[in-house]
């Protein structure tokens, strides 16, 4: 794939002990492009955030490989990984994750701060990807004082800060009302589509499913390609 910028290669995951193993992906592949929006879905306990945390480089598998940017992550020492996240990924969080006594530039100048971006440079970064995203508004608010889809969409924001290739979310809209959740999504394919980023997003959700290039379903740790049109219709509620 040309311009696959996340690949995971036969993957497995396997926690516990031989006696009594746990397999959370069975030899799983993957590959995300550039603006595309890739969504897994599947039932709890599939091994769908196992999944996202070793395509992030925050877990390492039990056997297969990790590719981001051209880089094998699964090879890299802790110190070369980290480097890797920090510059390569943006990750997005359920519960936002932001520290809420800080305002909403203080909250991005943090990430900036480690990847050695300070000061004015900082500041000025901030306020562009703010901008970008139509929140300057809210830049000197207290995150505190933020309503859930304000403080998701300044996650996204700082997920955005270090200019990351991917972006990863897990469960992003799953505190968020509909019309929230919407907004945030919308700002997840405007990301991949307008800004070239790859999202790769984990959901329950099948209101997410428009926003979708492509759905994958993950079930006992087994990976499926699936259209999103054949999706909805599995995944929408029962009446
Ligand atoms: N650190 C861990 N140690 C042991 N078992 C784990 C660990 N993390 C996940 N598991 C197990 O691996 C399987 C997959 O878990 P995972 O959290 O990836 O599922 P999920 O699809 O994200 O579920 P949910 O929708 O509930 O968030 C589950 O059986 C889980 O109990
Ligand atoms: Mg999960």
Redesign the pocket.
């Known amino acids: 794939m040309a311009n696959a910028v996340l690949e995971m290669i036969d993957v497995t995951q396997v926690?516990?002990d031989k006696a009594n193993p746990?397999y959370?992906l069975r030899s799983v592949s993957l590959q995300v492009e550039q603006r595309e929006v890739v969504i897994i879905m599947?039932?709890?306990?599939?091994?769908?955030?196992?999944?996202l945390s070793i395509a992030g480089g925050l877990l390492r598998p039990t056997a297969g490989r990790g590719v981001i940017d051209g880089t094998e992550i699964t090879r890299l020492g802790d110190r070369a990984l980290a480097a890797v996240r920090l510059r390569g990924i943006g990750f997005v969080f359920q519960d936002f994750n932001l520290l809420e006594s800080l305002n909403v530039i203080q909250n991005l100048e943090l990430v900036l701060a480690r990847a050695g971006v300070r000061g004015r440079a900082a500041t000025a970064r901030a306020h562009e990807i703010l901008r970008i995203l139509g929140l300057e508004q809210r830049m000197d608010y207290r995150v505190g004082l933020l309503s859930g889809g304000e403080r998701q969409r300044v996650a996204i924001a700082r997920a955005l800060c270090n200019n990351p290739t991917v972006i990863m979310a897990d469960e992003p809209t799953a505190s968020l009302d509909g019309k929230r959740g919407a907004e945030v999504m919308t700002m997840l394919r405007m990301i991949a589509h307008d800004m070239g980023k790859a999202v790769l997003m984990?959901s329950?959700d099948h209101r997410v499913l428009a926003y979708a290039d492509r759905v994958v379903w993950?079930q006992d740790g087994l990976l499926e390609n699936r259209e999103p049109e054949s999706m909805a219709t599995i995944a929408a509620p029962q009446h």
């Open positions: 926690f516990g746990t959370a599947g039932p709890s306990g599939a091994g769908k955030s196992t999944m984990v329950h993950l």
